[in-house]
């Protein structure tokens, strides 16, 4: 047997390893293609560790590639898709179950913001109340995805890699595009199984709207929400517990607690309170919270030991953190990790298992914290009233449902509820563990299950493309749309296409009305980052300008960082902007920054503007890889910042911190040598014309650095270039 | 297959096409009326992307003439770049045998310098140029052809390639050309075609190592690999000679540097001069043009890393699975950038990388 396994990204191989290892020992093979690793968005690096420790094992049958097709944008029901998906994961916020998921809700709605720029629509939407309505939209945009014919070319990828399974996960990303390999699979007749990959995945992201053959979950209750929010048929779901924490249950700590405690730097003869934080999206300022609740903890409690572990997406706020003011208190790991190879996993589960309470805003860790016989304790924080309460993942741990928190209004409480936990020491594992991650018994692992499940999926009939009556009107209302979209203006094989040259051209025409103004006129207020601004947004303006032969003395140039000289040939002023103002709009969703934006022009007393916005659409397609090069040369003109360099030596992108954007271009511009990675201050390095060296240790955009190649050429003479970590060190030792 | 036409033709369509006539709605004053209303709704396309189309059809067009047909297909004569031949024209060809089921025991690849390797699993059998000329009778026609042509690529069949097809014996047989490759990526690299489009057109993948048994009895277990040549991106100064020469010295102390340098001139480039007092081996000098590519495919295969002058050595390292590290004298605007995103995802295929080093950047890193 064949699976092909679709997953957002190779962390999910952890959730299913397994599963996985028990299919490919028994001879079956297995394919994963990734959709983080697409190159539409820039080529993206990834921790494939998990993957390459199965590979290397079975490394006949486990295979992948990280460059899965998408919808040909030229098929003409490439946007179409889009706004059904991202309507229909709207829409099903309106429920009044949701009235409380203000930011959940707020989540997509940004993304239709985006997408609907027709206001009458959003006004209509926001219109929309009551589960009657909720789930009358929902089924309608079932309806529409199922109009949506399968892609060609992704049907051909399923076809070309010809699996006996199609596996998918998580399927249900806001306006996830995974959709179209159930969608293709069940074309194929291959059967096909969106795997749920966590407790949170059925309730606070986007809907199921393609019906594979089965939906392999956890638990009954994850059961119900599959039928009751997805309309998945009863039948089509496989409950099998939670495979990810098998591996909890028969583990033991790799060392004693008092190695352990000594190790990390807690005080060995005091217990500790284990603080699981959760992701960005949860709680992204999860630092100013665990301050206070440190600050209580250390009040009431006295010097007992407390052990901060950052979520591995959301480390980087403890970069700086000083905890050890509180006193036996550490950040362990310093900036989280995830939890994949066996170190990882062992100091997680030595973490967990040695601590005498574990206390979290909402996150899975206090799943893993039960299963170990903790006592999990939470707060209802002001702050986070919108990730907690307004999630319904969240009240599955509740008590009142049956659930393992030790819930609390007040910190108060909290410390109160803690310190009687901590006096009663430890409990057994609480009966939400056997219902929720081992609905067959505590003895019972979940993974030999979940690979039955799969095997018996090859065996079964797939149930093909659901088509319905409506469906299929739906497609004969549809289709011209899609026609007119092929004739349409999209890049036409990766060349420039019409779109973007006549949006050029309009936005030209558009900004003739700044011309005729009689006053000043903004350019910005630019609140993004270094690297759009020097590669696209100042060359563009300066092109513009040209073009437009505007009066430059009228022009005033609004950004930030003290970057007056980076503007010096092009506006005739430069407007500081306020480092409050710019935090919203750098932060807020997209009608706040046109705040910002009308803000700024009130204060400057100034009507007309050049804003980013118009040149963000020109280049989106160059940015992500579907536009050639030519749209930047057309429509931008980039020069030297300054006279170019004059120093020599080297200046690494450390040494630059915490400078204003404009002193670190003159310092850059003193040295001969930029290191940085591929971003911002790469960009410097290049407009100041000195030699750059990019380290590559993360994402990256080729676009962008591609962009930053052609410009270090042309306009300074000198060379971008892009290198690893173990490609530097090879250099420095031939030198 | 038909020749396709050059890029200047395209490049001359282009520009005469959209500004003229917007420049003409200009003066009417019909701006805004033609860009929102007009153009949307008409389905035109940029002269470029009708240069791209029209290759690309005529490249399926040939391709499933090919597929349908039996006998023979002379693959090449490739005699172009040997960097362009290894990041497109051996993609190209693997993409083209397995979209379009072309059986590959039909396929007679036709390249220079004992190459066959480069092409296992594409093509069924090889035939090598210098098995029908001599050294200097074909630096002779090849220089001929570079004028015939205007540049080293092969935009059409031109009278080296009908020659060595003839003396092959092959003139009978179906032709696939690198033409068609060259006409369907020119406008790539002339950045007017998007990555993408390209990378449809290549399937990517690391190259089976070579053998030569005597060639590797005489290499060291563990060696780096190393040529400099000079060419527009490292060119012939002083300081290109002194870099050079302290990158050897500075390899050799750390172990074995085997040298690519075959002594042979088949090409515009020539070799650095060496220094003095380092050891360095020279395994190929003075080896038959008839296999000198493929002995340094040998090398270039069981090498730790290579270093040298940017162009097509790396690139043969890289396809072997070897780190690269290509030297550039910046401004080095001959550089070709548009290939290094498909050179990078060569260096990936193979689990490799490739680095291209500023020489200002050495010299920043020395001081």
């Known amino acids: ?735 | 297959m038909t020749p396709s036409r050059g890029p200047g033709q395209a490049s001359g369509l282009r520009r005469a096409g959209f500004p003229v006539l917007w420049r003409l709605v200009e003066e009417l004053r019909l701006e805004r009326f033609v860009a929102r209303r007009v153009i949307p709704r008409l389905r035109l396309a940029e002269p470029s992307a009708h240069a791209f189309a029209q290759a690309r059809a005529r490249l399926d067009g040939e391709a499933r003439r090919i597929a349908a047909a039996d006998g023979p297909v002379v693959v090449g004569p490739y005699l172009s770049e040997v960097g362009l031949e290894l990041l497109y024209w051996v993609p190209f060809l693997r993409r083209l045998v397995h979209a379009y089921g072309i059986d590959p025991q039909r396929l007679v690849a036709v390249s220079r310098g004992g190459v066959g390797n480069w092409y296992d699993g594409i093509c069924g059998s090889y035939a090598d140029v210098f098995e029908v000329m001599g050294e200097d009778e074909f630096r002779d026609a090849l220089e001929a052809g570079w004028a015939e042509q205007d540049g080293q690529k092969q935009f059409e069949v031109g009278t080296l390639d009908r020659h060595v097809i003839d003396k092959a014996g092959l003139r009978d047989a179906d032709v696939l050309h690198p033409s068609s490759m060259f006409g369907l990526f020119s406008e790539y690299w002339l950045h007017r075609v998007a990555l993408p489009s390209v990378l449809e057109h290549l399937e990517i993948a690391p190259f089976t190592t070579p053998s030569d048994p005597e060639l590797e009895a005489r290499l060291p277990d563990r060696y780096v690999a190393a040529r400099f040549y000079f060419r527009e991106t490292f060119p012939d100064t002083p300081e290109s000679r002194a870099l050079a020469a302290r990158v050897l010295r500075e390899l050799a102390q750390d172990g074995p540097v085997v040298l690519l340098d075959t002594g042979l001139v088949l090409d515009d480039h020539s070799s650095v001069p060496l220094p003095e007092g380092v050891e360095l081996l020279r395994p190929l000098a003075g080896c038959d043009p008839a296999v000198n590519l493929h002995a340094q495919s040998v090398v270039l295969a069981n090498a730790d890393a290579f270093v040298g002058t940017y162009g097509g050595l790396c690139y043969l390292a890289n396809a072997y699975g070897v780190p690269s590290y290509a030297l550039v004298q910046p401004p080095a605007r001959k550089l070709g950038l548009s290939h290094t995103p498909v050179a990078r995802r060569l260096a990936e295929a193979a689990g490799t990388s490739l680095a291209i080093v500023p020489t200002t950047a050495l010299d920043a890193l020395a001081s």
Not at chain 1, 69 to 85: E, L, M, N, S, V
């Open chain 1, 1 to 735: 047997m064949k699976t092909l396994f679709v997953m957002f990204r190779p962390k999910y191989v952890n959730t299913y390893e397994p599963a996985l290892r028990l299919l490919a020992e028994r001879g079956h093979s297995i394919h994963f293609t990734f959709s983080v690793g697409r190159s539409s968005t820039g080529r993206k690096q990834f921790d494939i560790g998990p993957l390459e420790l199965l590979a290397r094992d079975f490394p006949q049958q486990v295979t992948w590639d990280d460059d899965p097709p998408t919808r040909d944008p030229r098929d003409g029901w490439f946007g179409i898709a889009y706004g059904i998906r991202v309507l229909g994961d709207y829409v099903r916020y309106l429920h009044p179950r949701y009235a409380d998921a203000v930011l959940l809700r707020e989540r997509v709605a940004e993304r239709v913001r985006r997408f609907a720029k027709a206001r009458t629509l959003w006004w209509v939407l926001q219109r929309v109340s009551g589960a009657a309505a909720s789930d009358r939209l929902l089924r309608i945009a079932r309806d529409l995805e199922r109009a949506v014919p399968p892609s060609a070319r992704i049907t051909d990828y399923v076809r070309t890699q010809a699996p006996d399974v199609v596996l998918v996960t998580p399927l249900v990303d806001v306006a996830s595009d995974q959709a179209e390999f159930v969608k293709s699979a069940n074309a194929l007749g291959i059967p096909s199984a969106m795997c749920v990959n966590s407790w949170d995945n059925l309730t606070n992201k986007g809907v199921i709207r393609v019906d594979p053959d089965a939906v392999i979950l956890w638990n009954e209750a994850q059961r119900d929400e599959a039928v009751e929010l997805h309309g998945v048929d009863a039948e089509h779901v496989v409950v099998t517990g939670a495979q990810k924490f098998d591996e909890w249950f028969a583990r033991s700590p790799s060392r004693d607690a008092e190695t352990f405690k000594r190790a990390i730097g807690v005080d060995p003869a005091q217990p500790y309170i284990l603080y699981v934080c959760s992701s960005r999206f949860i709680a992204a300022d999860e630092d100013r919270f665990v301050e206070r609740w440190l600050a209580a903890v250390r009040e009431k409690l006295g010097p007992i030991g407390v052990v901060l572990r950052p979520h591995p997406e959301n480390g980087r706020i403890w970069r700086d953190a000083d905890v050890a003011r509180f006193g036996n208190a550490v950040v362990y790991p310093p900036e989280g990790a995830e939890v994949t190879g066996e170190e990882q996993r062992a100091d997680f589960f030595d973490s967990l298992a040695h601590s005498a309470a574990v206390v979290g805003i909402n996150t899975s860790a206090m799943i893993e914290a039960a299963i170990v016989g903790r006592g999990v304790y939470t707060i209802l924080a002001g702050e986070f009233r919108g990730t907690q309460e307004g999630t319904l993942h969240f009240r599955h741990l509740l008590h009142e449902n049956g659930g393992i928190l030790h819930v609390a209004g007040t910190l108060d409480e909290h410390v109160a509820q803690l310190a009687q936990g901590l006096a009663e020491g430890e409990g057994d594992v609480p009966a939400f563990v056997e219902s929720f991650v081992r609905p067959f018994g505590l003895g019972t692992a979940a993974a030999p299950i979940v690979a039955q499940a799969i095997e018996d999926l090859a065996t079964q009939p797939a149930r093909g493309l659901v088509r319905t009556p409506r469906s299929r009107m739906l497609h004969a209302l549809l289709a011209p749309v899609a026609a007119a979209q092929r004739r349409g203006a999209q890049p036409d094989d990766g060349v420039i296409g019409l779109g973007d040259r006549v949006l050029g051209k309009q936005l030209e025409l558009e900004l003739r009305r700044v011309r005729r103004a009689s006053g000043r006129i903004v350019v910005g207020p630019w609140v993004g980052d270094t690297a759009e601004e020097l590669l696209y947004w100042i060359p563009y303006v300066r092109r513009l300008a040209d073009r437009l032969e505007l009066d430059r003395s009228k022009l005033v140039a609004v950004s930030h960082g003290s970057v007056a000289p980076w503007y010096a040939d092009i506006c005739g002023d430069y407007v500081e902007l306020d480092e409050d103002l710019r935090q919203r709009a750098f932060t807020g969703w997209r009608a706040e920054r046109e705040q910002v934006r009308v803000e700024t022009l009130e204060r400057l007393g100034v009507t007309d503007s050049i804003s980013p916005a118009a040149m963000r659409r020109l280049f989106k397609n160059f940015r992500a890889g579907r536009a050639p090069l030519e749209i930047v040369w057309e429509f931008a003109e980039h020069r030297l910042i300054g006279d170019g360099h004059a120093g020599s030596g080297v200046v690494l992108e450390e040494e630059l911190a915490g400078q204003p954007r404009g002193t670190q271009l003159e310092l850059v511009r003193e040295c001969g040598l930029l290191i940085a990675r591929p971003n911002g201050l790469a960009a410097l390095g290049v407009a100041a014309g000195v030699t750059t060296v990019a380290v590559a240790d993360g994402d990256w955009n080729e676009a962008d650095v591609e962009l930053m190649s052609h410009v270090a050429q042309r306009t300074g003479g000198v060379t971008f270039t892009l290198l690893d970590p173990e490609q530097l060190a090879f250099l420095r030792k031939l030198v």
